[in-house]
């Protein structure tokens, strides 16, 4: 079954700086998904990646998914508080499985 | 329009209760699915559903965990005879269609703020 490793699980970064969350898989991503949630509640979808070398931008989050389509990053660009929350990575398991499996999340707490 | 919404949003159970939790979709999605996030980690797959059909139901652990979405819409998670390892936040998800079991993206997946249960 497909893994996803998540690093780091916890960042805590000061107000206006940047940062980069990294999402690895064992296999190849048919579709890589990035969720926010915030504590007590659900997932808040973000963006989500389908071919190898694409980059998608929203606000001041950015995604990426590298060229062999077994890695993305998640980079924020001058953070806020709102960024605050726990960020999951989730992927299609392919061969045959539904539903999306997911890493273990990064805690982001941003420090004004 | 309206989101997922989940009822109810936090249930407090006595082990060897039976507990029921609710799931409405958004207006039109076709598919539904269940996950189970235990503290500290990623939500994990329980079952999914197309339309009324409950066409995988390889994540639910035990045969206490039961699924149903009689009308296509509205779906319900049922545990009986509660234990404490079941306690977690269940999260519902809903998706306009699927691509389900084949080697390419899903449709993305909305979820609702999710049941947190808790049994004593």
């Known amino acids: 079954s497909q893994e996803l490793e998540q690093s780091p699980q916890s960042l805590i970064v000061q107000e206006g700086k940047n940062l980069t969350i990294n999402c690895t898989s064992s296999?190849?991503?048919?579709?890589l998904y990035w969720y926010k949630q915030k504590y007590g509640e659900g997932l808040i979808f973000l963006m989500m990646?389908?071919?190898?070398?694409e980059e998608k931008s929203h606000e001041k989050i950015t995604a990426k998914l590298d060229e062999k389509k077994q890695q993305s990053s998640l980079h924020i660009t001058a953070s806020q508080p709102s960024h605050a929350g726990i960020y999951l990575c989730?992927?299609?398991?392919?061969?045959?499985?539904?539903?999306?499996?997911f890493g273990k999340g990064t805690h982001l707490i941003i420090q004004p | 329009g309206a989101g997922v919404s989940q009822s109810p949003r936090y249930k407090v159970a006595k082990r060897g209760q039976d507990v029921a939790l609710r799931c409405d979709p958004i207006s039109g999605h076709v598919s539904l699915f269940w996950y189970q996030q235990a503290l500290g980690q990623g939500p994990e797959f329980l079952t999914y559903?197309?339309?009324?059909?409950?066409?995988?139901k390889s994540g639910l652990p035990s045969d206490r965990f039961f699924a149903e979405r009689p009308e296509g819409s509205v779906s319900t998670l049922k545990i009986q005879r509660t234990q404490q390892e079941d306690s977690a936040v269940y999260l519902c998800?809903?998706?306009?269609?699927?691509?389900?079991?084949?080697?390419?993206?899903?449709?993305?997946?909305?979820f609702g703020p999710g049941t947190r249960l808790l049994v004593l």
């Open positions: 296999k190849t991503l048919y579709g």
């Open positions: 989730g992927a299609t398991p392919g061969g045959g499985a539904d539903g999306l499996t």
């Open positions: 990646l389908q071919k190898g070398g």
């Open positions: 998800a809903s998706s306009f269609e699927l691509a389900g079991g084949m080697e390419t993206a899903q449709e993305t997946q909305y």
């Open positions: 559903f197309q339309n009324e059909a409950q066409l995988d």
